[in-house]
């Protein structure tokens, strides 16, 4: 079965230009999250879909992050403009929220470094 | 108070040894937990589940104590491999969607 899958796994570029980060979730979850990770913070949960609708995007640390989800099975996360600071690994998850709860399941990670 | 904590560590343990790393949460209503494991650099792993009365999966034992709020993982006989960060999640009743992440637990098992 595949897992979730994020691309691309490694991304450098220098400040100011525009970053896309992909992920495809498993098929038949209906919650998707995008979550970052560095060693100062730790994993931030940046924001959550459920049923292709963002439910909390509360995370998001400023207006130059936009993340979409346009079906069940793609969503995208967007920095314009990036910044030094934006560097750390993004993870995107998902996961079947219902009745039972079920647990999360990751994809491998961007790891983005901004120049 | 943060709504789930563990203890950093690290927890250094001679190979073949037991050991155990708890988790605590604020949030009574909590219906669901977890262990994931985390390598260097990679993603988080879900290594298991956390059921009401306990549950095992080879040398791994986890248990809930919701009278006092937390959980626990037991690494009975442990293996070089078990090196790694392990999160503690745990995640309301059927109407949330949050998963809240503790900020681990690191575990350097030595030759």
């Known amino acids: 079965d595949a897992g979730v899958i994020q691309s691309p796994r490694h991304e450098v570029t220098e400040m100011g230009q525009e970053v896309t980060l992909r992920c495809k979730p498993i098929?038949?979850?209906?919650?998707l999250f995008w979550y970052r990770q560095t060693m100062m913070r730790g994993l931030e949960l940046l924001i959550y879909?459920?049923?292709?609708?963002?439910?909390?995007d509360s995370g998001m640390p400023e207006d130059r992050f936009s993340a979409k989800m346009p079906n069940a099975s793609f969503s995208t996360l967007k920095i314009q403009p990036s910044e030094p600071r934006d560097s750390a690994v993004y993870f995107c998850?998902?996961?079947?929220?219902?009745?039972?709860?079920?647990?999360?399941?990751f994809g491998d990670g961007t790891r983005l470094s901004i120049l | 108070r943060k709504e789930v904590e563990q203890d950093p560590g690290p927890f250094n343990v001679p190979e073949g040894a037991t050991v155990a790393f708890n988790c605590t949460y604020s949030?009574?209503?909590?219906?669901?937990f977890f262990w994931y494991r985390q390598d260097c650099r990679k993603e988080p792993k879900l290594l298991m589940s956390?059921?009401?009365s306990g549950n095992e999966d080879g040398r791994f034992t986890a248990q809930l104590n919701r009278a006092s709020q937390y959980i626990s993982l037991l690494i009975r006989d442990s293996k070089l491999s078990d090196s790694a960060t392990y999160l503690c999640?745990?995640?309301?009743?059927?109407?949330?969607?949050?998963?809240?992440f503790g900020t681990g637990t690191r575990l350097k098992v030595l030759a």
């Open positions: 998850a998902s996961s079947f929220v219902g009745y039972s709860n079920q647990p999360q399941h």
């Open positions: 098929s038949g979850h209906n919650s």
């Open positions: 879909f459920n049923n292709n609708v963002p439910i909390d």
């Open positions: 949030n009574s209503a909590s219906q669901s």
């Open positions: 956390v059921y009401s």
């Open positions: 999640v745990v995640k309301g009743g059927s109407g949330t969607y949050k998963y809240i």
